[in-house]
């Protein structure tokens, strides 16, 4: 037997800025969004999903492309007959399908036309509701079923979000996540009187922990020089925390008073992603700054996509990255969790954090 015969299968994993995990549960929408009846085309991953609820209350999730001729279901309706219950009808040839994808009636038919309507399927896709969002399961097949929950986040408190902002980065989603988990760029990308300036510059040291499916920043008081903190009053901690794969959040605790900042990174496809900020809170500041957090909240998101939009002009060079110590190093773990994950469902075993307890040093 050869040495190539004995060698360990290698892994499929992409090279970074190229490819898409799946199996996971990604971000779609919040529940409010998706309305009883009515139905929206998103794309995740660069597949056409429908997400629609049946006026009876069920969330749904399928691959908006009609097998007949290629119309979007998301451009029909939704209707209830006898016998069929509530069916989206395609709104080129009526065809209508149920929230499972199986096809209840194919109108042109004539009575002696013998047709197995209920073989012709359109893919459906799992999807959850949690915490008011809604996740779909984007997997390798359409018989894939997820063997894990959709992520839990602390701090949902307070009632409906305070703030939502969404923007869609021109980059793929690796580039997307070390752009948002960067601890270094802030004196040079996100400028504000209110935040903080290039001459504010401390330097940093804090303890990072695995976490499910990623890891943290351990709960610590925030930054001097951050003063945006300095509006909750007290004596706030904060802990900052990535999952596979794209979620990152700081959970702020004032005393009895929380704020969650959840930021979720969705692939449209390998150059676009989706990036939805959402802040809750039981903090009663959050009803007097809420104009203020909107503004800040768009000022960021508009900063970082106007930097890789910048930074999209290097890479259309394809040059190779420089990584460094400790600056970088949680860009270092997001490339060897993704691996990880891909690694361990090609052999069919339980994921293993790479990410060690560490302490990282830097200055921002």
Known sequence: MSPADTAAPKSRAPAFGQGLLRDCWYFAALSCEVKPGKMARHELLG?????????????????????????????GRMVRREGEGETIECPYHGWRFRADGA???????????????????????????????????????????????????????????????????????????????????????????????????????KAFEPRELGFAMARHAPSSNSRAYALLGGRPETEITFRLPGYRWEHIVVGQRQVLALTCLTPLDETRTRITQIFWSDHPVFNLVRPFLRMGARAFLKQDGDMVN???????????????????????????????????????????????????RWRS
Not at 178 to 194: F, K
Request: glycine share 6%; with cysteine.
């Open 47 to 75: 597949e056409p999903v429908l997400i629609g609820r049946m006026p009876s209350g069920q969330i749904y999730a399928l691959r908006d492309i009609c097998p007949h001729r290629a119309a979007p279901l998301s451009a």
């Open 310 to 360: 910048l930074q999209n002009e290097g890479l259309r060079y394809r040059p190779g990255l420089i990584w460094i110590d400790d600056a970088d190093r949680q860009a270092k773990w997001y490339q060897q969790l993704k691996r990880e994950w891909i690694r361990s469902r090609e052999e069919g075993r339980a994921f293993s954090n790479p990410v060690e307890p560490t302490v990282l």
């Open 103 to 205: 096809c209840a009636a194919i109108p042109s038919l004539v009575s002696d036309q013998a047709m197995e309507v209920e073989r012709i399927r359109v893919r459906r896709y799992c999807v959850r509701e949690s915490q008011g969002m809604v996740f779909v399961f984007m997997g390798d097949a359409p018989t894939d079923e997820p063997d894990t929950a959709p992520p839990a986040f602390p701090g949902v408190v307070g009632g409906a979000p305070k703030l939502v902002e969404r923007m869609v980065f021109e980059a793929h989603i690796d580039h997307a996540v070390v752009g948002l988990m960067d601890p270094a760029h802030g004196p040079y990308v996100h400028r504000q009187w209110w935040w903080r300036s290039e001459h504010s510059q401390h330097d940093k040291q």
